[in-house]
């Protein structure tokens, strides 16, 4: 396994969101770096989810990296707002936006890490191009617009295509993977060349501090 450095960003779409603050404070003092923080609109998936005042809210509870994963159309429209919120990270969709440099040099410009996600079926070519100008590309392992599925085992082999490309270009990527990431799989989806690890169900459905643990100990 390289050396690159692992990080677990638990996402908070699996909380108790009558509890949240509570909830975001016990995965991190257990050590998650981030919080992979869900922004669904209804249009780009299925689903609604939350927005700015949630992220602004749970912005006072931990310094920890907001990592904001925009599954929502025409992403260009909302950056600055998300950073005014507290977003440390952005990473937006291929597929929800029409121009991807645009997007890219936009999230650059408000100073925030820069990430391009791709679903299950954008072909892993389509962000060849764009690689040199990102801080972390996400492979979806699932549907983007629900927790709790269940991982698509090609991702594996997706995951390790993009590692390739990056290395091959010479780059400092991180590569995160985001949807079924269990205990039991993330050693796989780490050796194929992903170091951010995103976990909802398996994160927050139990007990919070030994779950981070667990993925902690594989790192
Ligand atoms: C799915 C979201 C994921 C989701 C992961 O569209 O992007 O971040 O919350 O949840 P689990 O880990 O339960 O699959
Ligand atoms: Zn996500």
Redesign the pocket.
């Known amino acids: 396994m390289s050396e690159r450095e692992k990080i677990l960003s638990p ?1 908070i ?2 909380a108790d969101f009558a509890r949240l603050g509570e909830q975001i404070k016990e995965a991190v003092e257990a050590g998650a770096e981030y919080i ?1 923080i ?1 922004v ?1 609109d209804g249009v780009f ?1 299925p689903s609604i989810s939350f927005g700015m005042p949630v992220i602004r809210t749970i912005r006072k509870v931990t310094d920890k990296v907001f990592d904001v ?1 925009l ?1 929502i159309v025409e992403p260009e429209r909302y950056v600055k707002v998300f950073k005014e919120c507290g977003a440390d990270s952005i990473t937006f969709h291929l597929e929800a936006t029409e121009d991807a440099d645009e997007t890219i040099d936009l999230i650059r410009s408000v100073g925030c890490r820069v990430g391009m996600s791709i679903k299950p079926r954008t072909p892993v070519e389509a962000v060849r191009k764009y690689l040199h100008k990102l801080d972390m590309l996400l492979v ?1 392992t ?1 549907e ?6 269940k991982y698509i085992p090609e991702s594996t082999e997706r995951v390790r295509q993009v590692r390739q490309m990056a290395d091959e270009m010479g780059l400092d990527l991180d590569i995160q993977v ?4 269990t205990v039991d799989n993330a050693r796989i989806v780490m050796e194929a060349g992903a170091n951010v690890i ?5 994160v927050f459905g139990g007990d919070i501090t030994a779950n981070v643990k667990h993925y902690l100990a594989q790192f």
């Open positions: 996402s779409l699996a992979h869900d669904m998936v994963h599954m979806m699932v983007p617009g629900f927790g709790g599925q985001d949807g079924g990431i995103v976990a909802g169900s398996a």
